[in-house]
């Protein structure tokens, strides 16, 4: 597509429900990034996928994060038994690091609530 | 390790008053250096980068030099209007052993009319 995009735009569940956080990149990047904005916060790095290689998940906060992305492609943030801490905004972006240019691209953001 | 520090927010001021947003990093070997911009509601975009010492990235008004020797990338602009309100992030990439990126806490800006 012609950017990222990212589903659901919002998302809200109770407490102790896993949910399912949806990446689709820039077709064509290699590298795509996920990040956590809580409210009023900077961005804070959870996970980062380059090619074939290993995903650094340095990021994730706790085991209860995952991420996988299929194919090379789309990629999917798994939060199991969700916590009211775990309400912010969780940002994707794809880049392209083949080409030198290291820019990154940002989806809109999907918005968590917990309750 | 590496990390980028960014002056506290908020910053506010008056339309046409000069910007400057000081960013500071920490970074073995030679980074790249970015500047990205979060309007109200939206995602982050890129709003101006420069790769290497003494470069200087401008777009929109905007522009930051890579000062190698005091480690800096400062956001300057001469006259702000209101639709510059937004959070702005300074970001640094190493362009060795692997790329992520390292961004720094955000400022936000408030421009009033």
């Known amino acids: 597509g012609a950017g990222v995009s990212q589903s659901p735009s919002n998302k809200v569940t109770e407490k102790g429900k896993d949910v399912e956080l949806r990446c689709d990149p820039i077709s064509g990047h290699t590298a795509l990034y996920w990040y956590r904005q809580s409210l009023g916060q900077g961005l804070e790095f959870l996970i980062y996928?380059?090619?074939?290689?290993?995903?650094?998940k340095s990021g994730l906060p706790s085991d209860r994060f995952s991420a996988e992305r299929t194919g090379g492609s789309v990629s999917t943030l798994t939060i199991q038994r969700t916590q009211q801490e775990d309400s912010a905004v969780y940002l994707c972006?794809?880049?392209?690091?083949?080409?030198?240019?290291?820019?990154?691209?940002f989806g809109a953001g999907t918005r968590l609530s917990v309750l | 390790g590496n990390s980028v520090t960014q002056m506290e927010g908020p910053v506010t001021l008056s339309e046409e008053a000069f910007l400057t947003i000081n960013c500071t990093y920490t970074?073995?070997?030679?980074?790249?250096l970015f500047w990205y911009v979060q309007y109200p509601g939206e995602g982050l975009q890129l709003l101006l980068k420069?790769?290497?010492?003494?470069d200087k990235g401008s777009n929109k008004g905007f522009e930051a030099t890579y000062r190698k020797e005091t480690t800096s990338f400062h956001l300057e602009k001469g006259s702000v209007q209101v639709s510059d309100s937004a959070v702005y992030f300074c970001?640094?990439?190493?362009?060795?052993?692997?790329?992520?990126?390292?961004f720094g806490a955000g400022t936000r800006l408030f421009v009033k009319a």
């Open positions: 970074a073995t070997g030679y980074p790249s």
């Open positions: 996928f380059q090619g074939n290689s290993a995903p650094d």
């Open positions: 970001a640094l990439i190493k362009n060795t052993g692997g790329f992520k990126t390292i």
């Open positions: 420069a790769t290497k010492a003494d």
């Open positions: 972006a794809s880049s392209d690091p083949g080409q030198g240019k290291n820019i990154q691209y």
